[in-house]
T-cell receptor, first 117, second 107 residues
Framework: GAVVSQHPSWVICKSGTSVKIECRSLDFQATTMFWYRQFPKQSLMLMATSNEGSKATYEQGVEKDKFLINHASLTLSTLTVTSAHPEDSSFYIC?????????????FGAGSRLTVL | TQLLEQSPQFLSIQEGENLTVYCNSSSVFSSLQWYRQEPGEGPVLLVTVVTGGEVKKLKRLTFQFGDARKDSSLHITAAQPGDTGLYLCAENNDMRFGAGTRLTVKP
């Protein structure tokens, strides 16, 4: 079945630094990927839709200059948290659909836990 | 934007008990998906329901889709500690999730 890989699984950084998280579709091509953010004991909140070869579409209230998304190929989207602050600490999850599966199923990565000190 | 409400928000039960969680929408679902997320992992698809009135079973899990396709329920029979997790519903064509039901099954 479709597999989505995220890297790193967890990262700790200092306040003010930038962190890049990668999301890869391993056995299928994804023109669209989705980035979510999840705080402890809460649900997933859609941050943005990553579109291959074009700009990402951000949800209302998500700062596009803060959360930079690049979808440079059909198998890779990256989320960069710029000038990270402790309040950016969260669990970031990406997902994608395999367009060939016919099932319209979202496959999720295992998530990346960011801790900003 | 479709609003998804899930209830209850939290549920803690003993092993062997039965439970039902709900997902309700402000508008009609084209189809609906249920996911389960375990701590520290991404959500995993449990089922997709498409037809109003549809019932699907997955071992001890029974999923129902309302006749009007605006609500769905997930019933778990004889819950086990391995069922612990966050249960999420989502409209198939929308990438947004409900708030989820956080289930804890105590041994």
């Amino acid at each position: 079945g479709a597999v989505v890989s995220q890297h790193p699984s967890w990262v700790i950084c200092k306040s003010g630094t930038s962190v890049k998280i990668e999301c890869r579709s391993l056995d299928f091509q994804a023109t669209t990927m989705f980035w979510y953010r999840q705080f402890p004991k809460q649900s997933l909140m859609l941050m943005a839709t990553s579109n291959e070869g074009s700009k990402a579409t951000y949800e209302q209230g998500v700062e596009k200059d803060k959360f930079l998304i690049n979808h440079a190929s059909l198998t890779l989207s990256t989320l960069t948290v710029t000038s990270a602050h402790p309040e950016d600490s969260s669990f970031y999850i990406c997902s994608a659909r395999d367009p060939t599966s016919g099932a319209n199923v979202l496959t999720f990565g295992a998530g990346s836990r960011l801790t900003v000190l | 934007t479709q609003l998804l409400e899930q209830s209850p928000q939290f549920l803690s039960i003993q092993e062997g008990e039965n439970l039902t969680v709900y997902c309700n929408s402000s508008s009609v679902f084209s189809s609906l998906q249920w996911y389960r997320q375990e701590p520290g992992e991404g959500p995993v698809l449990l089922v997709t329901v498409v037809t109003g009135g549809e019932v699907k079973k997955l071992k001890r899990l029974t999923f129902q889709f309302g006749d009007a396709r605006k609500d769905s329920s997930l019933h778990i029979t004889a819950a086990q500690p391995g069922d612990t997790g966050l249960y999420l519903c989502a409209e198939n064509n929308d990438m947004r999730f409900g708030a989820g039901t956080r289930l804890t099954v105590k041994p």
